[in-house]
C-alpha cells in the first residue's frame, strides 16, 4: 500500500475536505491503485531534461505590458452578489476570534 | 428548413434572402430545443431573453444592410463551465448550484459580437472533470445515437446538442480531451485549438496549464468559423497569444494532396477491432486523396497518462480552493466555525470525481512528495513535448484515433477510476503538449457507434489540421 488510512485523513485535513468513514476508505483504495499506475514513471529516464511548466512556442515577445488606464472595477455589490452570507459591504464568515 | 441539419451558411442565407428573421429562428431553435432535450439532458437549462436580444441586434443590422457578422443568428449552446453574466453557470456542480456570474467569458462576448445567439448552457461533468458526463450533479447525459450511451465528457452535453440538432454550434472546454472525446461518441466535429489560441478569460479553471476552450460542430468548415471568431489575444488572460488569427476556412478545398501524414504506432496498440478498423480505413481514404502516410513513433506516450494525472490534479486542487463557503453561493449548513465551513461546505458540495481529484493532487503536491510527482511529471511532459517537436519535423500533421473504444454504456467504468482515466490515453497527449488537435467523424460500428479520427498539427497550424478533416469529411468519413 503507498497510501495509508493516516495519509488520506491527513490529505483531506491539508485539503479542507470533510470525508464520511466510506469515502476515506474508498479513496485510500482509488489512490492507491492510481498511484500504482503513476509509479511507471520511475521507468522513464528524466536526467538532465528541464521540467516543462508552460506549453511554449516558437513566437515574437509576448510579455507586452498593457495600458495603465482606469477601468470600472466590478463594484462591491456585484462581488458580493452569490455570497452565501454578506453584510456592510463585506463577506461574513463564522467568527474566528473570540473576544 | 430542417432545423435540426442547419449550418452556419444556410442561416445567414435564410437571414439575407429575408426567409426568416433572427428572432423567428431563435424562437423556433428553442422551441425545438426544449422539446428535444428530455430524452438527452445535454442543456442544464436555456437562456431565452438572451438569445432574443442578441437575435434582436441581428434583425436590425440586416434591416439596415449592415454585415450582421459571421455567426449571424447561429443558435449556439455553451458549456457551462463558461460564464453568461446573468444567466446561471454551475460547473455541472452542487456548489454553484445557484451561481449567476457578473462577468461574460471573453469568448462569449466575441461570439455575441460576431452575431451568434446563446440558447443555453450545456451538461458536464463536474467542473470538467471526467470522460463520461456521468460526473454532473444534474444527472448524466445520453448521447442521442445511443439513450443507453454515454456521450463523452466532459464537454458532453455540447456534443449532444449539437448531435442532437438542438445547437448548430457549441463551445466546449478540453484539459484532457474533454472535447474531442464526447466529439467522437456522438459523432461530431470537435476542435482543441493551440494552447493559447482562445482566452480562459470566464473559463473555470481546472488545471490552467492544459485548459483550453474549443469549438463542436456538424461540419469542419462550422467549427473552423466558430474558432475564428472567438480566437485572438485578449488582455484578460495573460496566456492568450499575440499571433494573428488567420482565415480559418480560406483555403478549406479538400486538396491535401502530397501532405506527409504521421500514424503514431504507440496509438494503435490497445484498440477495439472496430475502432481499429474504421481508422485504417480512415487513413487509406487519406492516402487515396493523396497523402503520404509514415509510420511514426512517440515513444513517451505510454507514460502520458501517469504524467498527466499528477499535474492537471495537483493544478485542480490549487484552483478549486476558492470553493469555500465565502464568495461562491453554497455553504454547509455545518458551518460552526471557520475551519468547519472550509471542510464541509467542500465536503457536501464537491461530488466523488472531484474529491478523488483534490485528493490526489493535494497528495502529489504535499511534503515530501513534489520532486517524486509533481517535478518528474513536469519533466516527462517536457519529453512528450519533444516527441512531438521532432514528428513535426517530418510531417505536416499527426492522424490517430481518438478514444480506444466507441461510446459505453452508462454505468459501465463509472465505478472504475484507473480505466476511466487510461481510456484518455490519445488525447491527453495534444492538452500536454499544447498542440491543435481535432476529432472528425470517421464512420461507425456495425452497431451504429460514431468513431472520431484526430488530427493533430503544429503549434498555431489550425489550417493544416483544418485541411486534413475537411478533406476526411468531404471523402465521407469512410462510410
Known amino acids: 500500500m503507498k497510501i495509508t488510512e493516516q495519509e488520506v485523513r491527513y490529505v483531506a485535513d491539508l485539503a479542507n475536505l470533510s470525508l464520511s468513514e466510506a469515502e476515506v476508505h474508498r479513496f485510500q483504495a482509488d489512490l492507491n491503485e492510481i498511484l500504482g499506475h503513476i509509479e511507471r514513471l520511475n521507468d522513464i529516464d528524466t536526467a538532465g531534461v528541464e521540467p516543462m511548466t508552460q506549453v511554449v512556442y516558437e513566437a515574437g515577445d509576448t510579455a507586452t505590458l498593457r495600458a495603465d488606464r482606469e477601468r470600472p472595477p466590478l463594484g462591491t455589490e456585484a462581488a458580493l452578489a452569490n455570497a452565501p452570507k454578506a453584510g456592510a459591504g463585506y463577506f461574513k464568515v463564522p467568527k474566528v476570534v473570540e473576544r | ?479
Request: glycine share 10%.
Open chain 2, 1 to 479: 428548413m430542417d432545423i435540426a441539419s442547419l449550418t452556419i451558411d444556410q442561416v445567414r442565407e435564410g437571414l439575407l434572402a429575408r426567409r426568416f428573421s433572427a428572432v423567428e429562428l431563435t424562437r423556433e431553435a428553442l422551441d425545438f430545443a426544449e422539446a428535444r432535450n428530455p430524452s438527452t439532458n445535454a442543456y442544464l437549462h436555456f437562456s431565452p431573453e438572451r438569445a432574443l436580444r442578441s437575435a434582436v441586434r441581428v434583425d436590425e443590422k440586416v434591416a439596415r444592410g449592415e454585415d450582421p457578422g459571421p455567426l449571424a443568428g447561429v443558435p449556439i449552446a455553451v458549456k457551462d463551465v463558461i460564464v453568461t453574466k446573468g444567466v446561471r453557470t454551475t460547473c455541472g456542480s452542487k456548489l454553484l448550484a445557484q451561481y449567476t456570474p457578473p462577468y461574460d467569458a471573453t469568448a462569449v462576448m466575441r461570439l455575441e459580437e460576431a452575431g451568434g445567439v446563446i440558447l443555453g448552457k450545456t451538461n458536464c461533468d463536474e467542473f470538467a472533470m471526467g470522460s463520461s458526463n456521468e460526473n454532473s450533479a444534474f444527472g448524466p447525459v445520453r448521447n442521442p445515437l445511443a439513450p443507453d450511451r454515454v456521450p463523452g465528457g466532459s464537454s458532453g452535453g455540447s456534443a449532444a446538442a449539437v448531435a442532437q440538432g438542438t445547437a448548430v454550434l457549441a463551445l466546449g472546454s478540453d484539459t484532457g480531451g474533454s472535447i474531442r472525446q464526447p466529439a467522437s461518441f456522438c459523432g461530431v466535429v470537435g476542435v482543441t485549438p493551440t494552447y493559447g489560441r482562445v482566452s480562459r478569460y470566464g473559463l473555470a479553471a481546472f488545471a490552467s496549464s492544459l485548459d483550453h476552450i474549443g469549438t463542436l460542430a456538424r461540419t469542419v468548415r462550422d467549427a473552423a468559423v466558430l474558432l475564428g471568431a472567438i480566437a485572438g489575444r485578449d488582455p484578460m488572460d495573460a496566456t492568450s497569444a499575440e499571433a494573428p488569427v488567420p482565415n480559418y476556412t480560406h483555403p478549406l478545398d479538400g486538396d491535401v494532396k502530397g501532405m506527409k501524414l504521421g500514424l503514431p504506432l504507440e496509438y494503435l496498440k490497445d484498440l477495439t477491432s472496430e475502432t481499429g478498423d474504421l481508422i485504417a480505413k480512415g487513413i487509406e481514404t487519406l492516402r487515396k486523396l493523396g497523402c503520404e502516410v509514415r509510420d511514426i513513433s512517440l515513444p513517451a506516450t505510454d507514460y502520458a497518462v501517469a504524467c498527466y494525472y499528477i499535474i492537471a490534479t495537483a493544478e485542480a486542487s490549487s484552483n478549486l480552493a476558492r470553493y469555500d463557503g465565502v464568495r461562491y453561493t453554497f455553504r454547509s449548513e455545518s458551518s460552526g466555525t471557520l475551519s468547519d465551513m472550509y471542510r464541509h461546505t467542500r465536503g457536501e458540495g464537491f461530488g466523488a470525481e472531484c474529491k478523488r481529484r483534490i485528493m490526489l493532487g493535494t497528495y502529489v503536491l504535499s511534503a515530501g512528495y513534489y520532486d517524486a510527482y509533481y517535478l518528474k511529471a513536469q519533466k516527462v511532459r517536457a519529453l512528450i513535448a519533444r516527441d512531438f517537436a521532432r514528428a513535426f519535423s517530418e510531417v505536416d500533421a499527426i492522424v490517430a484515433p481518438v478514444s480506444p473504444f466507441p461510446a459505453f454504456k452508462l454505468g459501465e467504468k463509472i465505478d472504475d477510476p484507473l480505466a476511466m482515466y487510461l481510456s484518455d490515453i490519445y488525447t491527453i497527449t495534444g492538452d500536454l503538449a499544447g498542440i491543435p488537435c481535432m476529432s472528425v467523424p470517421c464512420g461507425k460500428t456495425a452497431q451504429g457507434l460514431p468513431v472520431g479520427m484526430q488530427i493533430l498539427a503544429r503549434h498555431f497550424d489550425e489550417p493544416s489540421m483544418f485541411r486534413v478533416a475537411y478533406a476526411l469529411e468531404r471523402a465521407g468519413g469512410v462510410n
